[in-house]
Each structure stands twice: as structure tokens, then as C-alpha cells.
């Protein structure tokens, strides 16, 4: 079982930078997926940015070259590095932990990011 509590949401500008990151308790496994989601009202959960197994990095288009996923294995947490926000980042971002081996998603709460002027 992985819990994940994420943290570090907010109101920011156009063009600033917030991290977020996700702390896991529970042990997250070497061939486990983990990530970022966002839901933005009216819309469907969509894939910011995940690492997968091996350590390659994915990012949704919209953001690639903005944001950052990395790991703290040591801490067992996970960041989303967000930089140069744009009002269509604003949403509620999720992490994800996703264990192919027993087909299932772990999720936290989710975080509320807001960029406005």
C-alpha cells in the first residue's frame, strides 16, 4: 500500500514557478510509474509528467521545457518543478503511483495550483 500527500500548490503569477511535491509512505517499487496528473474544470484528468522504470522522463506537450519531474528516492518523495506558470496550468494536480505489477493506481489528494494576474 503507497499513501501520497502532495503539497506546495498555490496562487502565482503568469510566468512564476511553484514546486510541488508528493510524499510517499509505503515503499515505491523499481518498477513502478510515477507522475504527475491535473484536472482543470470541465476537463478530464490529464498526464503531466511521469518517470518510468529506468529513469526516463515523459511530459504531456504543453509543458515540456516548463516543468520538471525528478525523485528523492532517499525521501521517498517525488517534485514538479513548474516554471514560466501560464493560466492554462491552472488546476488540481495529482500524484500518481502506478504498480502494473497488481494493475492499480495509487493517488493523492491533489494540490490547487492558480496562476492569475
Known amino acids: 500500500q503507497v499513501q501520497l500527500v502532495e503539497s506546495g500548490g498555490g496562487l502565482v503569477q503568469p510566468g512564476g514557478s511553484l514546486r510541488l511535491s508528493c510524499a510517499a509512505s509505503?515503499?515505491?517499487?523499481?518498477?513502478?510509474?510515477i507522475g504527475w496528473y491535473r484536472q482543470a474544470p470541465g476537463k478530464e484528468r490529464e498526464l503531466v509528467a511521469r518517470?518510468?522504470?529506468?529513469?526516463?522522463?515523459n511530459y504531456v506537450d504543453s509543458v515540456k521545457g516548463r516543468f520538471a519531474v525528478s525523485r528523492d528516492s532517499a525521501k521517498n518523495t517525488m517534485y514538479l518543478q513548474m516554471n514560466n506558470l501560464k493560466f492554462e496550468d491552472t488546476a488540481v494536480y495529482y500524484c500518481?503511483?502506478?504498480?502494473?505489477?497488481?494493475?492499480?493506481?495509487?493517488w493523492g489528494q491533489g494540490t490547487q495550483v492558480t496562476v492569475s494576474s
Open positions: 518517470i518510468i522504470p529506468g529513469g526516463m522522463t
Open positions: 509505503g515503499s515505491i517499487l523499481r518498477i513502478d510509474i
Open positions: 500518481n503511483v502506478r504498480r502494473p505489477i497488481i494493475d492499480h493506481d495509487f
